[in-house]
């Protein structure tokens, strides 16, 4: 049974442009989502949330987009850099639950 | 000064035995977390101590043993080690409140032989 899921095992992407990492999720009792960053040997780096009162959320090159009724969220990475290919993990907990429920991940792989 | 440690980094061991994984928060968190990432790369919730109390137990066999000492230690006990417990463990930590992001140390590699 699985609440989170990012299809897209892996996405290639030219240096500079836009990177879009999309996630999809099936429990509507969610309500707070984030984003990890995954390097080879170290643990889940937390990168960007978002509340599901907020439909965005930005910081710096990083923008987090929610769309409640579709069930979905995506982050945004622009322009990309080759210091951005690492595995990007969403994530989404519910009020009171106190733990995450993670996607399976999405290796992005930046191309110079 | 890491915030998020664990040791071993690296474990390797023969079915049966019984080992430990340390883990260690100097962020003066509330809350810590057990999570074991097996060979799918799925990340999933196995503990949750709050203040030294156990929060959540997510249906780990009775093998497994958590043990929080003080706010700032959430260790692992495996008993009896099996051939399905070779995964990576991560150890996290938060301040315990909703809306607030877990912070992860960098793993334990379990193989076992």
């Known amino acids: 049974d699985q609440q989170v899921k990012q299809n897209s095992p892996s996405l290639s992407v030219q240096e500079g442009r836009i990177s879009i990492l999309n996630c999809d999720y099936t429990?509507?009792?969610?309500?707070?989502f984030l984003w990890y960053k995954k390097y080879p040997a170290e643990g889940p780096t937390f990168l960007i949330s978002?509340?599901?009162?907020?439909d965005k959320n930005e910081d710096g090159r990083f923008t987090v987009f929610l769309n409640k009724s579709a069930k979905h969220l995506s982050l945004h990475i622009v322009p990309s850099q080759p210091g951005d290919s690492a595995v990007y993990f969403c994530?989404?907990?519910?009020?009171?639950?106190?733990?995450?429920?993670f996607g399976q991940g999405t290796r992005l792989t930046i191309n110079p | 000064d890491t915030a998020v440690s664990q040791t071993p980094k690296y474990l390797v061991t023969q079915m049966g035995n019984d080992k430990s994984i340390k883990c260690e928060q100097n962020?003066?968190?509330?809350?810590m977390y057990w999570y074991k990432q097996d060979s799918k790369k799925f990340l999933k919730i196995m503990f949750s101590?709050?203040?030294?109390?156990?929060?959540i137990n997510e249906t780990v066999p009775n093998r497994f043993s958590p043990k929080s000492p003080d706010k700032a230690h959430l260790n692992l006990h495996i008993n009896s080690l099996e051939l399905g417990d070779s995964a990576v463990y991560f150890c996290?930590?938060?301040?315990?409140?909703?809306?607030?992001?877990?912070?992860f140390g960098d793993g334990t590699r379990l193989s076992i032989l």
């Open positions: 962020l003066g968190h509330d809350t």
């Open positions: 994530a989404a907990s519910i009020q009171g639950a106190q733990k995450l429920v």
């Open positions: 996290a930590s938060s301040i315990g409140l909703h809306n607030q992001p877990q912070h």
């Open positions: 978002i509340s599901s009162i907020k």
């Open positions: 429990n509507s009792m969610f309500d707070y």
């Open positions: 101590y709050n203040n030294k109390e156990l929060i």
